[in-house]
């Protein structure tokens, strides 16, 4: 554990989880309320009631999810990017020579 990191404890469906955490009050308030939506998304679904260890695989499954489409989004961003810096790059070194 690191001197910044601090004890946190977040409570979920009747039961208070701590750990030990270095990130800042937004960050937890953001990851928190995600969870917790993710959470009652799943146990108001139409499963039906679902024991907690199940709506929270499937709370884990959604965020994996959602991380894996980010991390493509961002490959493709800098895929992209790339793309177009070569062609202005390009570009560029085409009308300084021309002049």
Known sequence: MS??????RFKLLGQEYAFYTGASEAELEAVFSMVRTLIEENISG?????????VAILACLNIASRHVKLQQEYENYQSETEERLKRLNEMIRTRLFRD
């Open 3 to 8: 001197e910044l990191e601090r004890l946190v």
């Open 46 to 54: 139409p499963q039906g009631s679902l024991p907690v260890s199940k």
